[in-house]
C-alpha cells in the first residue's frame, strides 16, 4: 500500500492553514476568557481572596473549556480567512488550471481537520473534567445539596428511601431513613420505621449511620415505639456504591467526568429507572463522539465558503460561518431538553446538529462554481 506523495502544494495549504487557525482560536479564547472571566479573577485577587498563583492557576484551568469550543470555530475561520485570501490573490484559479480538483485541493484540509478533530476528542474527554475538578479543589467548590435515593424491591417497589438534606463529598447531614414493609395498600406502601440521623458517611460497601432516632410503626401507621440509637449501618455493598455514585454525579455538569465514568454512570442511569437523567446524560455522551467531527464538517464549509470570485465581497462568507457556528451552538440546549423529555431518541438529539451541517456543506457544494 503507497501513501499518497506530500508536495510542495500540500504543505503550503497545511502551514498556511494551521497558522490561521491558531491565530483564530487565540482570537477567540481571548474574546471568550477577558470580559468576565479575567474581571471576576482579578477583583477576586485585589480583594485577597485569591493569591497571584491561585488567580494564574484559576484561569489556565479555564482554558480546557474554552478551548473545545474554541476547536471548531478556529478551524473554520482558519480556512474559510486561508482559501478567501487565495482566491483574491489568484493563487486557486492557478491551482486549477494546472488541473487540481477540489478534493485534491481540500486534502491538506482533511488532515489537518483530523488532527484537530484528535485535540478536540481529548480535550473534552480528559483536559475538560480534569481541569474542572482542579477548579473545584482550588476554590473548595464542593456544593451542599441534598438527595434521595430510593432503594427498590425485584418488582420495582420501594424497600428503602434515604433521604439527604445535606451532603458534602462523602459526609451526610440530617439523614431522614423510610423503611418499608411488606404491606401495600391502594395508594401506599406501608412503612415499618423512620430513622432520623443528625450524620452519615460513606465507608466504600456501607453507609454508616449516627445519632440516630428510631421510630417504629405499627400496621395501623401510628408510632409505638421511640429508641436512640448510636450507629446503624444501610445500603451495604454493590447498593452502597451505587447510590453514592449517583448522589455524587447529582452535582457534576457532564463535562466533569470523563468518558469512561460517564458510560459507567449511564448505565446505572438505566439500572435504577432514572429515565429522564439517562436520556439527557446520554445524548450528552454521545455528543462527546458526534462534537469533534464537526470540526471536519466545518473545515470543509470553510473552504467552501473561501471560493470566492477576486471581487466578491469577503463579508459574505465570514458572516455565513459566523452564522453557522451561532445556529450550531444556540441549538444544543434545545436537543439536549428534546432528549430529555423523551421527545426524540439521544441518538438522533446528538447526530443531528452535524447532520444539518453535513447537508448545508452539499448545498453550498452544489451552488458553488469549482
Not at 68 to 87: H, M, N, W
Not at 94 to 110: D, E, W
Not at 131 to 152: E, G, H, L, V
Request: glycine share 4%; aromatic share 14%.
Amino acid at each position: 500500500m503507497k501513501f499518497p506523495k506530500i508536495t510542495i502544494y500540500d504543505r503550503y495549504i497545511f502551514n498556511q492553514v494551521l497558522i490561521t487557525t491558531f491565530v483564530a482560536i487565540l482570537l477567540f479564547t481571548v474574546v471568550w476568557i477577558a470580559p468576565e472571566m479575567l474581571l471576576n479573577t482579578i477583583k477576586k485577587t485585589l480583594a485577597g481572596e485569591y493569591t497571584v498563583k491561585t488567580a494564574c492557576l484559576v484561569l489556565f484551568y479555564e482554558l480546557p473549556k474554552i478551548l473545545g469550543k474554541a476547536f471548531p470555530v478556529g478551524l473554520l475561520l482558519g480556512t474559510l480567512f486561508t482559501f478567501d485570501k487565495l482566491s483574491k490573490d489568484s493563487e486557486l484559479t492557478i491551482f486549477r488550471a494546472v488541473g487540481m480538483s477540489f478534493q485534491r485541493i481540500l486534502a491538506p484540509v482533511l488532515v489537518l481537520s483530523f488532527i484537530i478533530t484528535g485535540c478536540c476528542f481529548v480535550t473534552y474527554d480528559k483536559l475538560i473534567p480534569i481541569s474542572a475538578n482542579r477548579i473545584n479543589m482550588i476554590k473548595d467548590r464542593y456544593p451542599s445539596t441534598q438527595y434521595i435515593y430510593t432503594q427498590k424491591n425485584e418488582d420495582s417497589s420501594p424497600k428503602l428511601a434515604v433521604i439527604i438534606s445535606r451532603f458534602r463529598k462523602d459526609t451526610m447531614n440530617n439523614v431522614i431513613v423510610l423503611d418499608f414493609s411488606n404491606k401495600y395498600y391502594a395508594d401506599v406502601h406501608q412503612l415499618s420505621n423512620i430513622y432520623s440521623a443528625k450524620t452519615g458517611q460513606y465507608l466504600g460497601d456501607k453507609w454508616r449511620l449516627k445519632d440516630i432516632t428510631q421510630y417504629r410503626i405499627n400496621n395501623d401507621g401510628i408510632f409505638t415505639q421511640i429508641n436512640n440509637l448510636k450507629t446503624m449501618d444501610i445500603l451495604n455493598g454493590e447498593d452502597a456504591k451505587n447510590a453514592f455514585i449517583l448522589m455524587t454525579y447529582s452535582t457534576k455538569k457532564e463535562r466533569e467526568i470523563t468518558n469512561y465514568n460517564l458510560k459507567n454512570y449511564i448505565q446505572l442511569l438505566k439500572k435504577e429507572g432514572l429515565d429522564e437523567e439517562y436520556r439527557y446524560m446520554l445524548n450528552k455522551y454521545l455528543q462527546r463522539f458526534f462534537h469533534p467531527f464537526v470540526c471536519v464538517l466545518l473545515a470543509i464549509m470553510g473552504t467552501l465558503l473561501g471560493f470566492s470570485k477576486p471581487r466578491e465581497q469577503r463579508l459574505v462568507g465570514f458572516t455565513i460561518a459566523i452564522g453557522c457556528i451561532f445556529l450550531y451552538y444556540i441549538t444544543l440546549p434545545f436537543f439536549d431538553l428534546l432528549a430529555e423529555k423523551g421527545v426524540l431518541p439521544p441518538l438522533i438529539t446528538a447526530i443531528f446538529p452535524p447532520f444539518a451541517f453535513l447537508c448545508a456543506i452539499i448545498a453550498f457544494y452544489k451552488s458553488k462554481d469549482l
